[in-house]
């Protein structure tokens, strides 16, 4: 039945298709793309790197990592012995267990779980839907721009890794979010107090060397909130984010792969064992709504595992779905409303699952009713909720939406390019009325003054009046493509460029992470890259000549060794969570054959050893 639906579903955007290219002349009715292919590249380069600005802890942020705390106001308290350059917030802590890490939110030094849980899924969930979206153009660590000390994409000064640039960000997020949740009764989902954080203005590793009482920690660890229950939607988000990780980066390193799905497993359990509840920020006031959340939840760590357990727990979370008037929440994907997210989980299982057509169903509500074009490039229900005459953040909503067409696309097998998406990003791109775009460093026109602290990587505390002292961002100051969606405007033609007008000009990391999944969807279509060939297996490969066959696999595997064998052969193969599903030695040293008929579905690892060298490669069992 789910999959008669979706043919039905297919024949009706062929006739509507055909239908609006016949009567249609409007920007918003073509299907053609206002950009070359190689800028809607450079727009999923900038606004995937943009998260590597927002780094504190350890990890290399590119954006301050050569940053000398030359000229701090003399009002900051600055403890210049304190300092380290291009580090920021090493005292995060609980006691003597370490919070270093993670992502601050907008242009502020605050860790907001409200946000940051629910970006770090955002991303990853976007990456498996569209996995031949998602380029390799630079390192975790970034020295290719950092030595050559030139961060544009025209410089072309990125080295690749052999990871998907988009997972080299994730993993920062899930490698705190490894520390977040520290056991099934103890989940840590904020760092910083956004009103000290506002005291000051200045960069986030000049802000770490003030007193805490200025939002620094030059003389202790600044706050940590953590959770004993009633962060129910926060955790479940968390456990999405590690158990999507899980299969994302299995093929890179099994053993992380692993320790994301076990705390994946310890986050589902806070979640089952503690108080059911939301916990209020002040800067992040949130529904007290979790529901949709678990059935995410509960369906990646199903995909994850194979667990039926974990199916039958999400199905029995799915009742929302049978009235319109629960699903119809009249709003749009975002922090604080994730139905779309749940209902794709669900639709995307088929006829695994008892609701998947019906998750389907609610997510064509959402695609083509709730989110359906009324006029120009915006799509339907915007936000009312304003500041200073404005809704905060506008352009966030769009991109959200469009990503959630994106995914029911996915889901129905279109394979055209949708003109729904691809209008509304192109706006924000900056094919509108005044040829400005929304994404800082893009194009030639975009926002000189936003609100973002680092950006300007200066210390003179008061930026907001003294604007006039900060440099213009155009194209020609190096750290220009950052890569930073801002709210922007509802109408074409008012955004302010100010940086006190914050509600237009300030952007944050759940702003980005809708547009990062619409533009990975677009490059999937238009810029393909080889999912199962990154530049580590091609290097592998070209020196070892191990070929492995067919992929997906169903029955049974061959596997061709060619010159990689010198010795005895030992073939593994891996499941998701670390484990040895088989073990063989091989004696014919230049072929053999492997049955998986009794491996369960899933993503799995082969390794094949001879002496000191090993090879390995990611598989697909149907």
Same mark, same amino acid.
């Given at each position: ?7 039905m579903?297919?024949?009706k ?15 918003? /009715? ?20 943009? &998260?590597?600005?927002?780094? =504190? ?19 900051i ?33 605050v ?8 970006? /770090? &899924?955002m991303?990853?969930?976007?990456? @498996? ?29 990125g080295v ?7 997972? $080299? ?20 989902y904020?760092?910083g ?24 920690? +030059?003389?202790?660890?600044? =706050? ?5 229950? $009633?962060?129910? *939607? =926060?955790?479940?988000? +968390? #456990?999405? #984010?590690? +158990?999507?990780?899980?299969r ?5 390193? #099994? ?8 705390? +994946?497993?310890v *986050? ?5 064992n503690?108080q ?6 002040? &800067? ?65 299982l ?24 009324? %006029? ?33 696309d ?11 998406? %691809? ?15 929304y994404v ?7 926002? *000189?003054? %936003? ?11 008061d ?10 961002? @155009? @194209? ?18 008012? &955004?302010?460029?100010?940086? $006190? @007008? ?21 490059? %999937? ?13 091609s ?26 064998v ?9 499941? #998701? ?10 004696s ?35």
């Amino acid at each position: 039945m789910f999959k008669k639906v979706i043919k039905m579903i297919r024949l009706k955007y062929s006739v509507l298709g055909f239908l609006c290219s016949i009567m249609c002349s409007s920007a918003f /009715a073509q299907a053609d793309l206002s950009f070359s292919n190689d800028q809607y590249q450079k727009a999923l380069w900038m606004t995937t790197r943009f &998260y590597g600005a927002q780094r =504190m802890g350890e990890g290399v942020n590119w954006l301050v990592a050569t940053h000398e705390a030359d000229n701090v106001s003399n009002q900051i308290q600055f403890d210049r012995s304190k300092f380290v350059k291009g580090k920021s917030f090493l005292k995060d802590a609980d006691g003597d267990y370490d919070l270093t890490g993670g992502w601050v939110d907008c242009g502020d030094f605050v860790l907001f779980g409200q946000t940051f849980f629910y970006s /770090a &899924y955002m991303l990853v969930l976007g990456y @498996n839907t569209f996995p031949e979206g998602y380029p390799d153009f630079y390192s975790e660590d970034y020295h290719g721009y950092i030595d050559s000390d030139d961060y544009t994409w025209e410089g072309k000064q990125g080295v690749p890794d052999g990871i998907p640039d988009i997972l $080299n960000e994730v993993k920062y997020a899930t490698d705190f979010i490894l520390k977040a949740v520290r056991d099934n009764r103890t989940f840590y989902y904020q760092k910083g107090d956004g009103d000290v954080d506002h005291k000051i203005w200045c960069t986030s590793t000049v802000k770490s060397a003030i007193p805490v009482s200025l939002g620094g920690e +030059a003389d202790g660890p600044r =706050m940590i909130l953590k959770a004993t229950g $009633n962060a129910t *939607a =926060m955790a479940s988000q +968390a #456990a999405s #984010a590690l +158990a999507a990780m899980a299969r994302a980066y299995a093929k890179y390193d #099994a053993d992380y792969a692993a320790a994301c799905t076990e705390k +994946a497993k310890v *986050a589902c359990e806070f979640v089952e064992n503690t108080q059911k509840g939301t916990t209020k920020a002040a &800067y992040y006031p949130v529904e007290d709504r979790y529901i949709h959340d678990m059935v995410s939840m509960y369906v990646e760590l199903y995909k994850t595992t194979k667990d039926p357990e974990y199916l039958r727990k999400a199905e029995e979370n799915c009742s929302w779905m049978n009235n319109r008037k629960e699903y119809n929440y009249n709003y749009s994907l975002c922090y604080d409303h994730r139905e779309d997210l749940a209902a794709y989980n669900m639709a995307s299982l088929g006829d695994e699952s008892v609701y998947g057509e019906k998750a389907l169903q609610v997510l064509k509500f959402y695609a083509d009713t709730m989110y359906i074009p009324n %006029s120009g490039y915006f799509l339907n229900k915007l936000p009312g909720k304003s500041w200073g005459g404005e809704p905060w953040g506008v352009l966030r909503f769009p991109g959200n939406q469009a990503f959630v067409r994106a995914l029911y696309d996915k889901l129905t097998g279109e394979e055209t390019l949708s003109p729904y998406i %691809s209008a509304t990003v192109d706006y924000m791109l900056g094919h509108n009325g005044q040829n400005f775009s929304y994404v800082v460093g893009f194009g030639d026109k975009y926002p *000189a003054y %936003s609100h973002h602290r680092n950006l300007y990587r200066t210390d003179i505390n008061d930026l907001e009046k003294e604007q006039a002292k900060l440099p213009r961002v @155009n @194209n020609t100051y190096k750290f220009a493509q950052l890569g930073y969606l801002v709210g922007g405007s509802r109408e074409n033609g008012q &955004y302010k460029d100010d940086i $006190n @007008n914050y509600s237009g000009t300030e952007g944050g990391i759940d702003y980005n992470a809708g547009l990062v999944g619409a533009l990975g969807y677009i490059n %999937s279509k238009i810029n393909p890259v080889p999912v199962d060939n990154t530049l580590v297996e091609s290097i592998e490969k070209d020196e070892m000549d191990c070929v492995l066959s067919p992929n997906p696999v169903q029955d049974r595997m061959n596997i061709h060794f060619g010159k990689f064998v010198k010795d005895q052969v030992k073939v593994e193969i891996i499941d #998701a969570i670390g484990c040895i599903r088989l073990s063989k030695v091989v004696s014919d040293k230049s072929y053999c054959s492997i049955d998986c008929s009794e491996l369960g579905k899933g993503i799995y690892l082969v390794r094949v050893t001879s002496g000191d060298e090993s090879f390995t490669k990611q598989i697909i069992k149907k």
